[in-house]
């Protein structure tokens, strides 16, 4: 190699490392600090309704669907999409509570809402089966496939311990805001799978998560630049046993809850304490949540959150 | 006329088939298998009377039509010749003997190979069998490639109606197999038109032999005829002996070619001249007696030489790096015993499957399995309702199963190895083989602190591979399915009535 190659090669490195400095910036600054948008509460729970009803007044203590989606934004909704089960078994986010949020994006100005979710069993399957394509799509959004490595792009988590860089997909990375609709549900291996763990869906090598420190890297995910601007867990129905695909009907109580918060750690807890009405779960036992505190995503202690409580 | 009609029918059954096995979106209905159970090799193994009847009937009055219509190998040569008409305008064809020893002796070795449970080369030479294998995997990869690039262009442009899909290697050695078929057989139709199904296929004999006897034949008008050779020219299959005008007719399959050739209406499609009549039976009733003879010594020695072969000494253990000691053939195989005596590896089931696990075997089920289905969990799992490979099959191997038939059927059992696992290796969470199982066969247990690790249940497993696939442990899968040999019952347990939980409080 003379000097004149070398110098090309690093002129070339150098500017592919510009090409990759910058992205990261751009994500940086659409960060939301989040306690910003919403003055009134912290976290929003929700009992006794069916979950289009519960979102409505949800949302309503927010301030509204305008206080996070504003006009020509391009917004993801993510719900949990993983299994190739009807509504019923509680594998999978109520279609009508996704179709709900994406018509409170659009009339709040959105420009495009997109819908995915990395799935486990056949992703054609599951968007049929759990209603949620059919349901998005007549609510007027995109449904994007994510089956393929070619729809993720690489982004670096420097907070991260163990999950040091991840692939994301670029409907997430492409978008103003994401919302994140997980299901309450329990999981053989993390304990609970609510709204962290729901990130899941939005990665490619989820393999990686399971081989190195599963509760770690859920808790790792989280500090991406760019978290859900809201989470809205699905507590209508919720898998008891055998989560998270679960078996029969007999895994599923008709627990009729919705939560909403920007914190995600604090929705998980709130969740997992509804839960544990069920059946025990201490918190504890729930890894990913003391392991995301104490990397600064959010906070288990809901003692000092301002917390509307809604019974319908 | 008659010429354009047998090309309509015969499109009217090539691009429905050829469609159906790449279909992978599933435009056409999944009702379309009856194109494959129409084919007469598939129709015969599962003894599907009616169809064989009437295959069988329409060669005794019109002779091989099938041959012409139904086959889509047969099609295909056509196509082929069709295409190098257009590089070579001056293609002539001129009369061959028949090659009757090598005909029948492929027929007699499929036949007694099949009976002495080595179904593979009836499989090989079955020419609906061996147009499947080269759209699955020549022809459906580049569709499947074609359609990425659509996509590629829709996508970019906003519109998401069409989606890429994931294309690998099912099995390279049948890829192989399916490339050299198709140079071989599309060259041999390039340069002698239908010659394959005149010296090789096992169903163009059969029928070749039916159609000497059939009503309806192509005939020389002696009045008309001035012996000027045009339709032999024309004839793809070789059969045509203008000079004695007499004509092959267990090679001719009915293109009607010749009979557009003629300029002086010297050939007619028609039922018994008299006359003519005695003439050709006695020729073929000649034939026939000198085949025999030869038939029969071939069924003779090459039986033996099955006979002799060790059937379990064939068997090439751990060929492939796999754990697994017993393969797991497809759900409604019932066994691989099963599988193998109906088989032909038309791979219409590996061209289906929704989730691309069932791929051509190479010698997991001993060599006279090569090519027949098996279950691979390396890109994917068995879906827990999915049925198509049962309902696609054409020839009775795979056994329609309902999905509650399904949900029963017990394919292979569940293998924990808990030395290679993350939860005892790592002392971490995983869960990955517990939540992808769809009865709990693997479920999480307590286990050290606050962590849960598998426990296995064999009994309720069905052998999806759910397991295996998402296992993550490196370099060895710590969980794994072991096939049956023979398929058995899962027992379904009850589940406990749901009883009602109310939940009324918030619980923080």
Not at chain 1, 159 to 179: G, N, P, Q, T, Y
Request: contains cysteine; charged residues 20%.
């Amino acid at each position: 190699m003379d000097r004149r190659d070398f110098l090309k090669m690093l002129a070339l490195s150098g500017a592919a490392f510009t090409i990759k400095q910058s992205k990261a910036m751009s994500l940086l600054t659409q960060r939301f600090s989040g306690k910003e948008i919403n003055e009134n509460y912290d976290l929003v729970a929700v009992l006794g309704g069916t979950p289009v009803e519960m979102f409505r007044k949800g949302i309503a203590e927010f301030g509204g669907m305008g206080n996070f989606v504003k006009k020509g934004y391009k917004v993801v909704v993510k719900p949990n999409i993983g299994w190739d089960k009807t509504p019923e078994y509680a594998a999978t986010t109520n279609p009508e509570l996704v179709a709900e949020i994406i018509r409170q994006c659009f009339r709040a100005g959105a420009k495009e809402v997109t819908v995915f979710d990395h799935t486990c069993d056949d992703w054609r399957k599951c968007y049929a089966s759990s209603g949620i394509e059919a349901a998005a799509k007549a609510a007027g959004a995109k449904v994007l496939p994510a089956d393929l490595e070619s729809y993720y792009e690489a982004i670096s988590l420097p907070r991260a311990k163990s999950l040091k860089s991840a692939k994301v997909h670029k409907a997430i990375l492409e978008s103003d805001v994401w919302i994140n609709v997980p299901i309450l549900k329990n999981h053989g291996g993390a304990k609970m799978t609510i709204s962290m763990k729901n990130h899941m869906g939005i990665v490619w090598d989820r393999g990686f998560f399971h081989s190195h420190d599963l509760q770690q890297c859920i808790a790792d995910i989280c500090t991406m630049s760019k978290p859900a601007i809201l989470n809205v867990v699905d507590a209508y129905r919720i898998m008891k046993t055998n989560g998270p695909r679960g078996k029969s009907e007999a895994d599923v109580v008709l627990a009729k809850g919705l939560f909403m918060s920007q914190d995600i750690v604090a929705v998980d807890t709130a969740a997992t304490n509804f839960f544990n009405q069920v059946r025990a779960m201490p918190l504890e036992s729930v890894g990913h949540l003391a392991k995301a505190q104490e990397l600064k995503v959010g906070t288990t202690n809901l003692n000092q959150l301002k917390i509307k409580r809604i019974k319908m | 006329m008659l010429k354009k009609l047998r090309v309509i029918i015969s499109l009217l059954f090539f691009i429905p088939i050829t469609f159906y096995f790449l279909d992978f979106r599933g435009v056409l209905p999944q009702q379309f298998h009856w194109l494959a159970k129409i084919q007469l090799v598939p129709a015969l193994l599962s003894l599907n009377l009616i169809i064989l009847l009437v295959i069988v009937g329409i060669t005794l009055f019109f002779g091989r039509i099938y041959c012409s219509s139904v086959c889509p190998l047969g099609i295909f040569q056509d196509i082929v010749l069709w295409v190098s008409k257009h590089f070579n305008k001056k293609k002539k064809f001129k009369f061959s003997s028949a090659k009757n020893f090598l005909r029948w002796s492929v027929l007699g070795i499929s036949i007694i190979t099949f009976f002495l449970g080595f179904s593979f080369l009836t499989g090989f030479f079955d020419p609906y069998s061996i147009y499947g294998r080269m759209a699955t995997h020549l022809f459906k990869p580049v569709y499947m490639e074609g359609n990425n690039l659509l996509a590629g262009i829709f996508n970019a442009a906003g519109f998401h109606s069409l989606y890429k899909v994931q294309i690998f290697m099912l099995s390279i050695s049948t890829f192989l197999i399916a490339m050299a078929m198709m140079l071989i057989i599309g060259y041999l139709a390039w340069k002698n038109g239908r010659l394959y199904c005149n010296t090789i296929c096992p169903v163009g004999t059969v029928l070749g032999f039916l159609s000497k006897y059939s009503l309806f034949k192509i005939r020389f008008d002696q009045e008309q005829c001035n012996s000027c050779g045009l339709c032999s020219m024309k004839c793809k299959s070789s059969c045509i002996d203008a000079k004695n005008k007499s004509i092959d007719y267990s090679r001719c399959v009915d293109c009607f070619n010749c009979i557009e050739a003629c300029n002086r209406n010297g050939l007619k499609f028609s039922p018994n001249f008299s006359t003519q009549r005695k003439k050709v039976e006695n020729e073929s009733a000649m034939n026939i007696d000198e085949n025999k003879r030869r038939f029969m010594s071939t069924l003779a020695v090459s039986s033996l030489a099955v006979a002799a072969l060790p059937q379990e000494g064939i068997k090439i253990k751990n060929f492939h790096r796999v754990k697994r000691e017993t393969p797991i053939s497809p759900p409604g195989s019932k066994s691989a015993e099963n599988l193998m005596s109906a088989c032909t590896s038309c791979h219409l089931c590996v061209s289906k499957c929704p989730s691309q696990i069932i791929r051509p075997s190479l010698l997991e089920y001993g060599l006279g399995g090569i090519m027949q289905p098996i279950l691979s969990f390396e890109k994917g799992f068995c879906n827990y309702d999915c049925t198509v490979c049962t309902e696609v099959c054409p020839s009775g191997a795979l056994m329609n199963l309902t999905k509650e038939e399904k949900h029963k059927n017990q394919m292979g059992q569940v293998h924990f190895i808990m030395e290679d696992c993350i939860v005892y290796k790592d002392g971490t969470s995983c869960g990955a083989c517990s939540e992808h199982c769809p009865t709990q066969a693997v479920s999480m247990v307590p286990y050290k602190n606050e962590l849960t690790i598998p426990q296995t249940d064999t009994g309720i497993c069905v052998g999806c591979g759910a397991c295996e696939y998402a296992c993550p442990a490196f370099p060895n899968k710590a969980i794994y399915v072991e096939g049956l040999k023979v398929h058995q019952q899962a027992t379904i347990k009850k589940e406990k009535t749901n009883q009602k939980i109310n939940v009324e409080d918030f619980g923080f």
